[in-house]
C-alpha cells in the first residue's frame, strides 16, 4: 500500500462512452499526477495538479478532462475515446512540486483501460 | 528537455550485483536523478534520488559522475523478487513548468 488508491482498477468502456477515473491520496501531498502508461512505451505524464490548480498539461487530447476537488482527490473524466486510448492510467501524489530538488512521487496501482 | 536512454533489458542471477546504468546527455542544471521499481500491475515505486557523486540508502547506490551525464543505479546481491522494470527519472522543478520524463525503462530479470 502506497496510500493512494485508484478505482476502478480495471474498466471496459465503448468509444461513445462517458466513465471517469478516480484517485484518492491518504498522504497528506499537495501534488498530484495523471500518467499514461502504453504497452512497451515510457510513462507519460498527462496533468498535474499543484494545491489543486493545474500547473502542467503535456498536450493531452480534449477527450481527456481532468478535475481535482480538493487536495486529496483527483479524477480523469473519459468520452469519445479512441482505441489507442487503451492503456495503464497511474495516479500519483508528492510532497509538493515546487522548490529546489524532486520529491518523490507515490503511484497508485493503475486503472487498466481497454477501449473497445 | 533532458531524455534519458537505458538498456531495455538484463539478466542476473541470484546474489550477485547489478549496475543499470541510465545516459542523460542533456541534463539541465536543476535536474535531479531518480529511479524507480516496477512491477507488473502495480505503479512504479521510489527506490533512489540524487544529485551528483553517490547516494545510497538501505536497497540500493546511485552513482552519478562530475559530468552529471549519465548515472547507475547499482543493486547489492539481487533475489528473484528484483525482477521489475526499473526507471530513470530526470526531472526539473521550477516556476511554472514541470518536466517529468521517465525513460523506456530496463527489465531485469533475475534467475535462480
Known amino acids: 500500500e502506497t496510500g493512494v488508491t485508484q478505482t476502478p482498477r480495471h474498466l471496459v468502456m465503448g468509444m461513445t462512452n462517458k466513465k471517469s477515473l478516480k484517485c484518492e491520496q491518504h498522504?497528506?501531498?499537495?501534488?498530484m499526477y495523471w500518467y499514461k502508461q502504453s504497452a512497451k512505451k515510457p510513462l507519460e505524464l498527462m496533468f498535474v495538479y499543484s494545491l489543486e490548480e493545474r500547473v502542467e498539461n503535456n498536450s493531452v487530447p480534449s477527450r481527456f478532462s481532468p478535475e481535482c476537488p480538493n487536495s486529496s482527490h483527483l479524477f480523469l473524466h473519459l468520452h469519445t475515446l479512441q482505441p489507442e486510448d487503451s492503456a495503464l492510467y497511474l495516479c500519483?501524489?508528492?510532497?509538493?512540486?515546487?522548490?529546489?530538488?524532486?520529491?518523490?512521487?507515490?503511484f497508485g496501482p493503475g486503472t487498466r483501460l481497454t477501449v473497445t | 528537455l533532458a531524455k534519458t536512454t537505458q538498456p531495455i533489458s538484463m539478466d542476473s542471477y541470484e546474489g550477485q550485483e547489478v549496475n543499470i546504468t541510465c545516459s542523460h546527455n542533456?541534463?539541465?542544471?536543476?535536474?535531479?536523478i531518480t529511479w524507480y521499481q516496477q512491477f507488473p500491475s502495480q505503479g512504479p515505486r521510489f527506490i533512489i534520488q540524487?544529485?551528483?557523486t553517490k547516494v545510497t540508502n538501505e536497497v540500493a547506490s546511485l552513482f552519478i559522475p562530475a559530468d552529471r551525464k549519465s548515472s547507475t543505479l547499482s543493486l547489492p546481491r539481487v533475489s528473484l523478487s528484483d525482477t521489475a522494470v526499473y526507471y530513470c527519472l530526470v526531472a526539473s522543478y521550477g516556476g511554472a513548468t514541470n518536466k517529468l520524463i521517465f525513460g523506456t525503462g530496463t527489465l531485469l530479470a533475475v534467475q535462480p
Open positions: 500519483a501524489s508528492s510532497q509538493d512540486r515546487a522548490g529546489g530538488g524532486v520529491n518523490e512521487q507515490y
Open positions: 498522504l497528506g501531498h499537495n501534488a
Open positions: 542533456n541534463i539541465a542544471t536543476n535536474d535531479y
Open positions: 540524487g544529485y551528483k
